[in-house]
C-alpha cells in the first residue's frame, strides 16, 4: 500500500502515523519527493483500514499495490479454470452457449425451447422458476414446480440446467440443479455468496448493475474462500446514463477478467439491451471480444408468432445466430 | 399505459395487437396523430408486459401512465407518514437525528460514543453488527454480541436502536432492536423485503448504489404490501463517474421522494461521501433539501485521536454540527 | 406529444391548458383514463418547449412521440447513406479501416507509420496534428506543420486523412483535408456544428462522453441542416463509474444507430479503453456489433520497441488485426 | 508519480524502463515491496505521458502524487480568492445571488424580471443571449440584440450581468458585459478557453456535464494560465442514470473544490434539476454546503401566470427563497 502525505506535513504527525503502521505489523518505507513524503507500506496491508487511513488530516491519498483477492487472482493461478458445468466444459479453450426461455412458464413451452435450442445445437439450458421482479405485484416465478419442469426438460434432451437462486432458504431445491445462477442483484447479497462457497456446484456469477469488476471478483472470492471454486463469470450490462437499451453491455468487462483471473467469462446480451433484435449483434460483440460462452434468452411466445415480423429471438432465429457466433469464435481463436 | 406505434404499420398488425391487448382484459382507446397511431391502454397495466410489448417490430415506444406503487403513493396517501422509532416519530415534520459508529467494537466504544452523541442531541443510536463488507477477509462485525452491546447502550442512554439485518435467517435475533436497516446492497433483496412486510418493526430502507427513485419506491412496497406500513427512506449517495467522494449524494432525491411518496426520507452524508470531513456540510445540505432526519458516523477512534487535528466526526464535531442542523431545520420548516 | 395530467386535475385548469396548445397551433386529442387524463397532441410539437409544460403544476409528465431529427432519421431515408471519404466509401455495405497515430510528431514517423497501415490495408490514415488536452501545460500538436506532414504522407501512400478540427478559425487551413473529425469534447459545440454544415467535406462525428444516441443524432443534424450531409458517426467510450478502462466502449451504440439513422457508424476502440492490450478484442467486437468502420492508433514509439513483449499496437500487431476483422466482417454480413 | 511493476518482472526490463525515465530528466527512486516493485518518480512527472506508460507490459499501475493544476491550486494560493464581479465580490466570505430569465425574450421581460430580483435583493442579473441548443431547429437566443437589451437592464437597475459566450469570434460584442459565462458543454473548449485568458473579465466556468472537479479546475487553470485570474466555478449537475431530474447536483462538489482550489464555487440550482419545483430545496442545500453563490432561474411566463398555483420560481417565489437562503448562509458562517 502507499499512502502520500500532504506537503508541509510536520515530522511529529509523520512520526506518529508511522509508529501507528508499525504497531498494526507493517513495515513502512519513506521516500521524500521534491513536493510530498510517500510511504511504501510493505506487510499484509489487506488488515488494513483503508479509508480511515485515507482521512487522515495529514492524508493526501492512498493506494493498495496489490489485489484483495487471491482466489480467482490469475497472477497466483496463470491457467484458465475450465468449470465443469453439469459435464459441459466451460473456459479454458471450451466455449458454452446457454439458451432457454427468461421464465419457465409450462411445461409445454419449456420443451419446446428445450428441444429447438438443443437442435441448434446449445449446449446448457436456462430458464427461471425464481424471477427477481422490481414489482411486488409481478409474477415471480412457478418456483418448485418450474426447477421441477427443468429437469423434466433436461431429461428429454440431455441439456444441463442453469438457474437462478435467489433465497439461500430454498437452496435444498436446487440440489439436483446443475448450474446455480447468482442474479446482479444479488452479486453483494455476501450471506449468500458465503453459502454458496459451501456447495459442491458451479456458481454462474452475474455483475451487479453498478459494480466495478474488481467488486465482481471480490464476490467471486467469497465464494472461493469457502472451498468452492467452480465459478462462472458473467458481464450482464451495466446501469449508465445511455437510455435506449435498459443498460449498457461493458465488452471490455471480457477482457479484463481474462487479464485479473483465471475464471471463465460469458456474456448476458439479452438482459443487458433489453430488445431482442439487438441480441444477435452483441452476441456476435461478445464472442468477438473473447467470452467463453454467451447466455440468449429464446422463446416461443404468442404474441410473437402473431405480429409474424416481430425482431425478436425465436428458435429459428437462434439458430443461424448460433452458426455466426460459432464462425467468429473459430476467427477469435483461430 | 401508452402505446406509440411505428409509422407506417399496417391495418392488420395493429388489428392483431389491439385484439391481444383486449384478450388480456385491457379496453384500447385509438387516437392517430398525423405521424403516429398511439393507443390509450385503459385498465389495471400493471399485468401486461412492458418489455414484451416495446419489444414487438410494429411498437415504436410504451410508456406507463400510471405509477406500479400504490402502498407508498402519495397521490394515494396525501398525509405524511408518521413512523415511530422506538417511540421517536419521523416524518411529517418531526426530525430525528441519528447517529453512531460504524461497527460496534466494543462495550467501551459503543456507551461512550452513545453517551456523547446522546449529550449532543442525538434521537436514536445507529451501530453495525453485521456488516456487508465488499472482501471475504474483512472484519464482518460482533454479530449477536453486537447487538447485545448495542441493548447495553440502549439501557444506558434510552436512545432506541438502528442496526441493519443482512440474512433472513437472524431476523430473530433482532427481535428486540428498535428499527431493522436494510442496506443499500440489498434494496432489491426481494426475499428479504417481502419477510420484512410480515414483522412489525420500523424499516430504514437504503436506496441502492444504482437505483432510481422509483425502485427505492417500488422496493418500500414490497414491505408495505406484506402489511407493514412502518418505513422510512434513505438516500445515501449513488454511483457515478465522480471520483473524488466515495459515492454522489443525490439530494434532489429528498423533495422527490417527498412528492411521490409520503414516507419520510432521511439522509446519510457519512456514507455517500466517504469522507468525514465533508460530512458536516452535507449533513447541513441535507437538512437544507427538507430531509427528516440525518444518520451520521461518530466515532472516537484511537487514530483519530492521535493525530489531533484530523477532520474526522468526533463527538464534539457532531454536537456543533447538530446545533448548525437544528438551526437550519428551523429556517426550512419556518 | 402526450401529455399526461394529474389525477384530480380540476376542469377549469385543463381547458386553460388546451386553450394554450390550441394557441401555439397545436390539435389537443383528449383522453380520459381511469386514474388520469392524457392529452394528445398533434401538430409540429417540436416547436412547443417540453420542459415549460413538464413544469406545470397539473402535468404529471409528457412525452415526445415523433423524434426530433429529420435529416439524419431513417424513418425518411430508408437507404444507407455511404459517405465517400476522400474517395474511400464509408456505409452501405462498405468497410473502411482508420489507422495511424495519436499524434502527428515527425516527418519519419509519419511516414514509417502511413506506410505500415497501408501495407496491412488500411483504408485511411488518421493522425492529430491539433490535440484537446485536458492540461494547458501539455503538448497541443504541430498544427499547420502536422497537416503539412500529414499531406506528404497521403502522398506517398496515397491513404486519404483524417484529422481533427477543434477551433472554427482553423478551418481555412483544412481545406486540403479529406475528412474532418469533431472529437468527442465538441459535439455539442453548436457553432462549430454549424459552420461544418457549410463545408463540402466529410466530417467524422465522435460521440460526447456523456451524450446519449439521439443527441449525437441531434449534432449530426446540425451539420446536416446546413446542407452537408455526409457525416459518420463514432463511437468511442462513454464515462460510466467503471474504473478499469478510461471508459465504457458501447458498442450497442452501433446497432442503434444503425436502427434510427441511414448514417454510418464507426467504433474507435483506442480511445475507449485507453489500453492498447485491449484494443485487438475491442476491435473484433465493434466490427462483430456490425460497425462500418474502425478507427484504430497505430505507432511505432521507442519506449514500445524498448519493452520488446509489450502489449502495444505496434504495425505487425495492426496487420495481425486487420486480418482478423475482415474475416469477422465476412461472417457479419454473410 | 508511482509507478508499480508487475510482480515478476525480470530485472533487465525493469533496467531499461528506469534508464528511459531517467533519460526524460526524472530521478527514480526504487522501493522492493515483498510482492511488486514500486518506482517513486522524483521531477516534474507532468512531461511524461502516464498513459503511455501505463500500457507497458510491465507495468501494474501508475499514479500521479503531485496536482497537475498550479494557479488555481490551494496548496499554493492558501487564501481565498475573492472575484469581482462588475464591481460585487464573489467569494472569500462574500455571497452573491444571480437571478434572471433563461432567455432574454423582450425588452419588456427583461426590465420586469430584472426590476423583480433587484427587489429581492439579487446581486447580478443573469440571461441568455446566446443559446446552446441540442437542435438545430430550437430558438437559439436574440444574439447582439439579447445583450443590449442586458445593458438596457442594467442600466435600469444597476444589476451587473452575467451571459453566457459560445463562439470566440463573438467575444467583441461582449465587451461591456461584466461576467462571461462558459456553459457546460464547453468547459473543455480548450481553444475558447484560452482565449478568454488574455480578457480582463471575469469568467463563470460551468462544469460539463461529465466532468470531473479535476477536470473543471483544469480548464479554470487554462484561463488562469493565460493570465487571467478571475474564474468562478460553477457546479450545474452532472449526467447519472438518475431519471427523475434533468441531471444529478452533486453538491459535493462545494466542499471539494474549496478544499482543491481557493476559487469560489456557485452553484446552479435550475439547471441541475430542470424542474422548478425543486429549485428552493436545491438552492437552500446549495447554500448550507457552503455555496459562495447560487444562480437562479426567474421569469414571470403568461403560461405560469395561467396555471396559478404552478410550482415555478416566480418573482414573489424567488424573493421568499431569498430570504431563506440569506439566513441559512447566516447559519453556515456563524
Known sequence: ?????????????KEKLIQWLEH????????????????GIIGDASRLDLDLVESLEIVDKVSRVTEPFKCCNRKFHPEDMVVSA????????????????????????????????????????????????TSPYDFSGLKARGLELLRIARAETGLPIVTEL??????????????????????????LLRELGHCDKPILLKRGLANTLRELLMSAEYIMAGGNEQVILC???????????????????VPVLHELSHLPVIVDPSHATGLSRLVPSMAMAGVAAGADGLMIEVHNDPIHALCDGAQSLRPEEYAKLSEKVRQIRKVVTA
Chains 1, 2, 3, 4 share one sequence.
Open 235 to 253: 458481464e450482464r450490462g451495466i446501469r449508465t446514463f445511455a437510455d435506449y437499451t435498459r443498460n449498457t453491455l461493458d465488452l471490455s468487462a
Open 1 to 13: 500500500m502507499i499512502v502520500v502525505l500532504k506537503p508541509g506535513t510536520g515530522a511529529e504527525k
Open 24 to 39: 498494526q505489523g507493517m513495515r513502512v518505507h519513506i521516500s521524500d519527493g521534491d513536493y510530498q513524503t510517500v510511504l
Open 166 to 191: 435467489m433465497d439461500i432458504r430454498d437452496l435444498e431445491l436446487f440440489s439436483d440443479v446443475d448450474v446455480i445462477q447468482v442474479g446482479a442483484r444479488n452479486m453483494q447479497n455476501f450471506d
Open 86 to 133: 453439469g459435464g459441459v466444459p466451460v473456459g479454458g479453450g471450451h466455449f458454452a452457449m446457454i439458451a432457454g426461455p427468461c421464465s419457465v412458464e409450462t411445461e409445454e413451452q419449456i420443451l419446446t425451447v428445450a428441444k429447438a435450442v438443443k437442435a441448434a445445437g446449445a449446449d446448457l439450458l436456462r430458464g427461471g422458476a425464481f424471477k427477481p421482479r
